[in-house]
């Protein structure tokens, strides 16, 4: 019986439409409401509880570490600020150069799991529940230690457990000076990105101590049936270290070492075979390239990393052998690079090592995976929360700022000019964050 191919989404639309139906009972029942355990958040239902609050108390007790810890984080929120919004401009003035047929797909605008196709479904919940749980927390115990209070704290729930909330209490918000509450919007940020950093060095070091690529050459990611490639043996997961006695260590010199061939010449190849786990000598008749007249076509396309380079980009990426900017670069769209997560004959380029020698391999990149997309989404949500754009922290932080800027420019205005004026620049802000954020998924697909 032949398999479903659209039995991924029947069960995900299913599972939405079940849960569209129960919110819609719970609310008919009665049980949804501002003042209920229930609560709507959009599409999401916010779970209440009172419970957690004196755990929230007893964290925030330490006012003054608090205090100086979240001032930092004011001041890498702006800066994060100003580097997600250089990336959207950026992003839009590339995007005008761009047909339809090279345009992002929309899907990529959220930073979903299951929805955004770069971001695996199931380390992709686990990391953004991880994130926005403690994102949130940190939201509250800050809160605290500024005696701000905290009205509830929760499960947020969207189909699936999607995070946390922490519901301080709006009033004591407002009320609260401008410096006290930007601390408390930062704290979500500071979190994500001390996340970050924290799975980035537990990942650094795990790969570092037990993970050596088999061989320094090429990773091969592809062999096409019926070339001389195929003919030769070499598969998906080998690694290809020299061609008539060039050393491959790098792709540039893969590329080179077949520049000058020509159809019906005999080469020889060295490579590292993952089903024998040795190096194999062979000679391979090369066949006409489909691109280039009158070159050789050996059959194979290689990763955009050698495995060498990848251990590299994920124990330390300023060190690449590319340059710090570009290893830094490598270490974010590893995804796009279809080099993370680390599965499948991607896992043949290395053996395991030291600590980790007797692990099983699959469990072993199951685990670095994970920590890289803890790494990944955490600094993923403390950019984009830090967007001036409402509801997000950042559209808080801008609205003070602004009204800072007011205050002193303004010398009569009272509190509540500067208030009004610091809600107009952010709801300017968030209309021109929108505009970036449409701007390359539209512009495009209207040349």
């Not at 980790?356 to 199951?366: D, E, K, L, N, R």
Request: charged residues 10%; glycine residues 10%; contains cysteine.
């Amino acid at each position: 019986m032949a398999s479903d191919p659209y039995l991924g989404y029947e069960i995900a639309l299913a599972a939405v439409v079940a849960y569209g139906l129960i919110v819609y009972a719970l609310y008919r029942a009665g049980w949804i409401g501002a003042d209920r355990p229930l609560t709507l958040l959009g599409p999401a239902l916010m779970i209440k509880t009172t419970r957690g609050r004196s755990a929230l108390d007893r964290w925030g007790r330490f006012r003054r570490f608090w205090t100086r810890v979240s001032d930092l984080g004011i001041a890498l929120a702006v800066v994060a600020m100003g580097v997600i919004l250089g990336l959207l401009v950026l992003d839009a003035v590339i995007s005008v150069h761009l047909n339809a047929a090279s345009a992002p797909p929309v899907t990529e605008a959220l930073g979903l799991p299951g929805i955004n196709p770069i971001i695996p479904i199931g380390y992709g919940i686990v990391a953004l529940v991880v994130g926005v749980v403690l994102h949130e927390l940190a939201h509250g115990v800050v809160a605290r230690s500024q005696g701000i209070g905290v009205k509830s704290l929760g499960i947020l729930w969207c189909v699936v457990p999607v995070g946390a909330f922490v519901e301080q209490d709006d009033a004591e918000m407002m009320a609260a000076s401008r410096r006290k509450r930007d601390r408390v919007a930062a704290a979500g940020v500071l979190a994500n990105f001390a996340l970050t950093l924290i799975f980035f060095v537990a990942l650094s070091l795990v790969v570092s101590a037990g993970v050596q690529p088999a061989a320094n050459g090429v990773g091969i990611a592809l062999v096409e049936p019926g070339t001389p490639a195929a003919n030769a043996t070499l598969a998906p997961g080998d690694i290809l270290t020299s061609i008539n006695g060039t050393a491959t260590t790098n792709n540039s010199l893969f590329e080179s070492s077949l520049v000058d061939t020509h159809p019906g010449e005999v080469i020889t190849i060295v490579y590292y075979s993952a089903a024998n786990q040795s190096l194999v000598t062979t000679r391979v008749t090369l066949a006409p390239s489909p691109t280039v007249a009158g070159r050789g076509y050996l059959g194979v396309a290689v990763t955009d990393l050698t495995p060498t380079q990848l251990k590299q980009t994920l124990v330390w990426p300023l060190g690449s052998s590319l340059g710090p900017a570009e290893g830094a670069i490598y270490w974010l769209v590893l995804p796009l690079a279809t080099l993370e997560p680390v599965s499948g004959s991607t896992t043949s380029f290395f053996h395991l090592t030291g600590p980790f020698a007797g692990v099983s391999p699959a469990a072993f990149w199951v685990g670095a995976n994970l920590l890289y997309w803890l790494a990944w989404m955490n600094l993923l949500l403390g950019l984009s929360n830090a967007l001036p754009l409402v509801p997000l922290d950042g559209g808080l932080l801008f609205r003070d700022f602004m009204a800072s800027v007011a205050a002193r420019l303004r010398k009569g205005w009272d509190a509540v000019h500067l208030e009004e004026f610091g809600a107009r620049a952010v709801t300017v802000s968030s209309l021109l964050v929108l505009l970036l954020l449409l701007w390359q998924f539209i512009v495009p697909r209207l040349v």
